[in-house]
Structure formats: C-alpha cells, structure tokens
C-alpha cells in the first residue's frame, strides 16, 4: 500500500501476538505467488502482451484495466468498476495507469520484434489504441519490466549520479508529457511542505481512508486471495488478520504518524520526480502514465527505487500551489515521485491475465 497508506503498528503488542502465524510478512506462499508472476511469457502472442501490461504500475493496484485483442493490435480498456471515486474522482490515476500498462505492452511486443504504435481514442470512456507491425527493436528497458516494484522503503541518501539523472529525463520523455527531477534541498522541502497540507486533508477525510481500507490486503492470503490491492508487507507492515489488520488501521493510521513517515522517507531520498503534461485531458493523463513507467523502469535499469507520492497532485487545492511552485505555467503536474538508493520490499500481486481480457469484439 502507498507509505502513507500504512497502518502505523507501533503499539499493541497483545494484538500483534494475536496475530499469530500472520506475523510473517511473506511466507511461501507469496514468493511462490510473486515468483510465478515473473516467470517469463511469450511477447509473440495477445496473451503475453497483456500478462507484461499488467506488471504496470497502478493506482492502489486497482488493475482498473481491460485488454482486447483487436485487428492488428491491442485496445486498452478503463475498467471503470475499479474506479477509486475518493482518491481519484475524475479518474486521472486511472487512465495514467492505463498508460503505464500501454507503455509496458509495447516494450514487451518491440521485444518481439514487432512495432507498437500508440493512440489514445477519446470516445466515449475513451481507449488506449495500439497497432502492432512487423520491424520493431528491443528496447533495454524491458528487461526491467519484471523487476521495477514501488519501493516504498526508507533510502539512504546517497545523491544520484549527474549522468544517470540525465538518463532518467531522457526516458521518461514521450509526446506531451516529460519528468522534472528536483534535487536542491531547499526545494525539495516546498514539495515536502505540500505533500504534509495534503496528506493531512486526505487522513483526515473519511471517505477516503474508508476506500483506502477497503484496497488494503492486511496478510498474504488475502493478497493472494484477490491478487489487487495494497499488500501491507509491500510497505514495510506486518502482516495480521483482516480483522485486526483493520481495528490496528482505524487505531494508528493517524495523521501525525502517516507524516512524520512520509517527512524521513522524503528526506532519505536522493531527490523528487515530477511528472508533468501539456493539458489535463484523458489523453495527456495516459501519456503523463506513460512517462512514469519509463522513468520507474529506467531507474529500476540504474538500480535506483522510487515509490510515488501522489498526494499534493491528488487534492485540488495543493495542485496549482505546486503548479505555481515549479514554474509549470499552464501544464499540469501529473504525478510526484521520490527516488533513491535502499533495499526492494516484497512484491505486490496481480490477477491473472484471464481476468482481465475483454473478449467482445
Ligand atoms: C497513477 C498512479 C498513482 C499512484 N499513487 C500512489 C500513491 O499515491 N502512493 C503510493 O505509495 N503508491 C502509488 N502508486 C503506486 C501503486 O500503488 C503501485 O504501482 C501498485 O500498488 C502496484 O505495485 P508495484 O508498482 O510495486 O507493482 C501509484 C501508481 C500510479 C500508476
């Protein structure tokens, strides 16, 4: 789950023990779970494409997607029963994760020797277009396409390379939407100013933390079990029961906790991303995803995490305060990342590829 959307577990020793077999953050199940996710498929065919598409990045691991195999291509469909009205209400996450998973799916078919040609088609919910052709080029950054995870572990501090910053905006450029990276200190902490206001509307609003409980997965049976939502070992939480993983939220999932978390790891990290677009439209939206997943996938190449803070873009009153703050004009900041150097968390899952094909034609 999002760091901020941790449960705190400082306290409550007698309910941690309760806890029992459940205190195990992973467990075989789950690396066997994880494992088999990462075993390599065949980007030749629909069915391939679609299991590295959704390997992508995504908001509260909703997998708000749909694919279908369409004529010489793939059609990327908003699933907008997994929409998340609280967190995203006009479902901006959603259709820049579908371009996470779009960006994922052509480097998967250049692998494969074919070219992917992108298209966001606006009618009616609107759909992610992509025509494959013979002559396309692997490209390196798909090797990272199994290995990149939003680590949302504390990093070390260690400053990034001058040459692989450059590396990160290079990739992460795609028509319409590109990654500022800020490294100064002191305007990190403005960010940081900004992430704090809006974290503490979003804790302290109910129907957000109640949709946000409602995608946590408190052990790895129920991650498992659904193969979505936000896993708590991902972010550093013991496991427990659902019924006491949820008692443990409602008691410790405090705005004071969730920002004094968010303050050290933002202060452990090596500098901010922000990814910005020309317009705030759904077809920007997809193509601000799609510089995302670039940028994860080439710091995951640079052996460098990242975990997103999404926070000041996600509340309507802090986004043009961080507009302005950057210098953005008229573009809209998209999405907020940190990034940094520290150690892999466990994985979060997916559902299987047949849930999620969409087979009218
Ligand atoms: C549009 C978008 C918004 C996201 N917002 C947040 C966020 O605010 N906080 C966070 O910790 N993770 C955020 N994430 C990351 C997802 O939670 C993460 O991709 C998902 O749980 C799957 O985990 P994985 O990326 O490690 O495979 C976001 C991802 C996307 C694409």
Partial sequence: MPTRRT?????????????????????????AATAALRTPRDPAHFIGLVHYATLAENSHNAQAWRFRETDGGVAILPDLSRALPAADGDHHHLYASLGCAAENLMLAAGS?????????????????????????????????????????????????????????????RVEGAEVMLITDPAMIAQVLDLILTANTAQVSDPAFTAELKSWLRFN?????????????????????PDALGRFMFDRFFTVSAENARYARQVRSSAGLAVIHSD??????????????????????????????????????ETRPQLQTLLGLGHRRPDLVLRFGYGPGMPRSLRRPVAAVIDARV
Avoid: K
Avoid at 281 to 291: E, L, S, Y
């Fill in 279 to 316: 317009h705030d439209t759904p077809a920007h939206w997809v193509q601000a995803g799609r510089a995302c997943q670039r940028f994860a996938l080439q710091a995951t190449a640079l052996g460098i995490r990242h975990a997103h803070l999404n926070q000041p873009v996600e509340r309507t």
């Fill in 112 to 172: 494969s020797g074919r070219a992917a040609a992108f298209d966001f088609v606006a009618e009616g919910d609107g759909q992610v277009a992509i025509a494959l052709a013979a002559g396309g080029r692997p490209d390196p950054l798909f090797d990272a396409v199994p290995a990149r995870q939003c680590s949302r572990s504390d990093y070390d501090g260690r400053a990034v390379p001058a040459a692989d910053l450059a590396a990160l905006e290079a990739a992460a």
């Fill in 220 to 240: 790895a049976r129920a991650a498992i079990a659904t193969g979505d939502g936000l896993y708590s070992a991902a972010s550093g939480s013991p496991a427990l």
């Fill in 7 to 31: 449960v705190l577990l400082t306290g409550g020793a007698t309910l941690l023990a309760a806890g029992g077999g459940y205190m195990l953050t992973r467990g075989p199940d789950h690396d």
